[in-house]
Each structure stands twice: as C-alpha cells, then as structure tokens.
C-alpha cells in the first residue's frame, strides 16, 4: 500500500506552474497578488536607483558650477527655469526670492532672509518628497506581503485537510499536493518581502543623506546671501 501511495505521488507534476493551476481561486488571488507586488517592487527599486544616481550627479555638477566663483545671478540666468536637479531648484527658489525682495529702487525689503530661507526650506520639502516617492509601497508589501503569503497557507492547508476528510484517505498522494500548493504561498510571500525590505533600508539611507546635502547646501548658500545682506 505504502509502495502504491509513493508511485503515485511520483506521478503527480509538482511544478510551480502546476501547483498553482491545482490551487483553489483563493490561493490562486493570493499567489497572483504577491507575484504583482514582486515585480512592482523590483520596479521602484530600479526606478530608484536611477533617480539617486541622476540626483548625485546632477549634484556634483552643479556643486562645481557654483563653487566655481562665478556671479550667482549669472548662474542663475544659465540654469533659468530648465532646473535638472535638486540643489538647482533649491538654488533657483532662494534666488527667485533674493529677486522679489528687492524693490524697484534697489533696496531690500525687511525680511529677506526669512523669506530666502523659507523658500528653499519649502523647495527642500518638495525634492525629500520625491526622493522617498515609492519607499512607501516598499515598506508595505515588505510588511505585509509574509502575511498575506501566509494566509494562502493556512487557505491551502485547510483545503488539503477537507480533502482528506472527502476522500477518508490519508495517503502520501492525497497530503501532498496540497500542502505543497499551499507552501508555495509563503515562498511567494517571502520572495516579495525580503528584497522589499532590504531595499527599503538601503534607499531610504540613500534618500536621507541625499536630503542632507541638500539642507547643507541651503545652509551654506543662506550664509552667502546672509553676507550680502550684511555688506
């Protein structure tokens, strides 16, 4: 008997293709929910590299233009309104407001440099809010994807035992597909949240320290205006 329940299982396709075509519509909605999300992951980690990297580099480009001891208002008509990157839109909104504060006589208006450094503070907010765009869906599916590939488990296993139950048979060839096409869901669940999860912590480290150059970027150009002001 032993013998016939083994040879049996051995002719049964235990591929991952199989295994989710034998699952139940709920197993099968759980799988397919966790390989989108998989893919969706990877897309926002690839995206995000090439953010970052585009966002470094436009940084060293324009950290060289503008240590360069070239005229700040030159500068700033060659960038203009075709800003690429991040410092130059946080330059671009401390110099569009230096320019509003100055009367048509020439003269500073009270207040400039709370309002310089309000407007690159604002400008700092929106380009962290770009940097971070998607780390959230990476926080989520590395939260909950586990759960959700757990639950297509237990789902699986219940069917596998309702199917003992139907059948009175507790042989290999009835147990195992079952239980494996319930496992499936965990690895899928796994497959999705681990690289959601290391990733995760990886760009958000990124994003920060690229938010951090920013604000000292803000900061030194703040002192430079501040200068000015002064003299």
């Not at 290391?198 to 920013?214: C, G, M, V």
């Amino acid at each position: 008997m032993e013998t016939e329940a083994l040879a049996a299982a051995q002719d049964i396709d235990f591929s991952l293709f199989a295994l989710f075509w034998r699952a139940s519509f709920t197993v099968k909605l759980v799988m397919m929910i966790l390989i989108v999300a998989s893919f969706w992951v990877w897309a926002i980690i690839i995206q995000r590299f090439i953010v970052y990297r585009k966002a470094r580099r436009d940084a060293e480009i324009f950290d060289r233009a503008f240590w360069s001891g070239e005229p700040l208002d030159e500068l700033y008509e060659k960038i203009g309104e075709a800003s690429s990157g991040g410092a130059e839109r946080i330059f671009g909104a401390g110099m569009v407001e230096w320019h509003r504060s100055h009367r048509s006589d020439g003269e500073l208006i009270m207040g400039a440099q709370a309002r310089i450094e309000r407007s690159m503070d604002v400008a700092i907010a929106r380009e962290t809010e770009r940097l971070n765009s998607g780390l959230t869906v990476l926080a989520t599916v590395g939260s909950t994807a586990p759960f959700i590939g757990l639950f297509g488990t237990v789902w699986g296993i219940k069917n596998a035992f309702e199917e003992i139950a139907m059948q009175q048979n507790t042989n290999l060839a009835v147990v195992a597909p079952g239980i494996a096409e319930a496992l499936v869901a965990t690895a899928l669940g796994l497959l999705a949240a681990i690289p959601a999860v290391i990733f995760y912590n990886k760009l958000s480290n990124d994003a920060d320290k690229i938010s951090s150059d920013h604000e000292a970027f803000a900061d030194e150009f703040s002192t430079i205006l501040s200068r000015q002001l002064d003299g």
